[in-house]
C-alpha cells in the first residue's frame, strides 16, 4: 500500500508564473490537508478536503490560493502569480474518518520562487 | 536519522489535573521540535516550538513543553486541563530537508 505522494518534490516558479502542487492519497483515504512550512517554522495548516468538498480552509491565504480535490485524481494546491514569499515546503496529509483520525503526511514540495 | 517517539497512545487526566503528554527524540546536531494539536474533523494545529534558547517554551491554550537535552526529551504540559483539550497531540522533529511526527497520543480530559 503505497503512502501518500506528492508531485513534483521540487518546483522552481520565477514570480508572477502559476505553482501547481499534486497530492495523491493512500488508497481508501478520502480526506486530504494541506500545510505550508516556512524556514525554521513548523506546519501551518491551509486546507481540509474531502472528494468534490472543502470542509475547511480557514488557513488559505484569500487571493491565490486555492485547492481542489476532484471526484477522480489528485488533490492540488494551485498558487497563482507567485510571489518570493511563497517559497516552502508545501505538506499534503491524507486520512480515513477512522475512530483516531491518523494523518499520514506525503514527503512534501518544496517550492521555490526565483 | 531523526525520530520522535511518543510512547503513551492514550493519556487520561481529570478536569483541573494538570497533564503531561510525553516526547523522546533522536537527532544528529541540534534539534528542532514541535508539539501540534488536532482536533476532531480538523487539520493539525501548531502549538508551540522549541529552536534554542530557554528550555521551558510556552506556547498556545495554556500550554507549554520543556527541552530537556540530557533527557532528550521534549514533553508537552498544561497545570490545569479542560474538557476542551481532549485530542489529538502530535510531537515532531525537523532538520531543513524533512519533517518527522509522532504516532500521536490522544489525550482525554474527564469533567
Known amino acids: 500500500n503505497a503512502g501518500v505522494m506528492q508531485n513534483p518534490r521540487h518546483l522552481v516558479r520565477r514570480r508572477g508564473q502559476e505553482a501547481r502542487l499534486r497530492c495523491s492519497p493512500m488508497k481508501g483515504h478520502s480526506h486530504v490537508y494541506w500545510y505550508r512550512q516556512l524556514p525554521e517554522e513548523g506546519l501551518k495548516f491551509m486546507v481540509y478536503?474531502?472528494?468534490?468538498?472543502?470542509?475547511?480552509e480557514s488557513g488559505m491565504p484569500k487571493e491565490r490560493f486555492s485547492a481542489e480535490f476532484p471526484k477522480e485524481g489528485p488533490s492540488i494546491l494551485r498558487i497563482q502569480q507567485v510571489v518570493r514569499g511563497d517559497s516552502a515546503a508545501y505538506f499534503c496529509a491524507s486520512s480515513t474518518l477512522g475512530s483516531n483520525n491518523e494523518q499520514f503526511f506525503g514527503p512534501g514540495t518544496r517550492l521555490t520562487v526565483l | 536519522a531523526q525520530s520522535v517517539a511518543q510512547p503513551e497512545d492514550q493519556v487520561n487526566v481529570a478536569e483541573g489535573n494538570p497533564l503531561t503528554v510525553k516526547c523522546t527524540y533522536s537527532v544528529s546536531g541540534n534539534p528542532y521540535l514541535f508539539w501540534y494539536v488536532q482536533y476532531p474533523n480538523r487539520g493539525l494545529q501548531f502549538l508551540l516550538k522549541?529552536?534554542?534558547?530557554?528550555?521551558l517554551v510556552k506556547g498556545s491554550y495554556g500550554f507549554e513543553a520543556e527541552f530537556n537535552k540530557s533527557q532528550t526529551s521534549f514533553h508537552l504540559k498544561k497545570p490545569s486541563a479542560l474538557v476542551s483539550d481532549s485530542a489529538l497531540y502530535f510531537c515532531?522533529?525537523?532538520?531543513?530537508?524533512?519533517?518527522?511526527f509522532g504516532a500521536g497520543t490522544r489525550l482525554t480530559v474527564k469533567p
Open positions: 515532531a522533529v525537523r532538520d531543513p530537508n524533512d519533517m518527522r
Open positions: 478536503l474531502q472528494k468534490e468538498n472543502i470542509i475547511d
Open positions: 522549541y529552536i534554542t534558547g530557554d528550555n
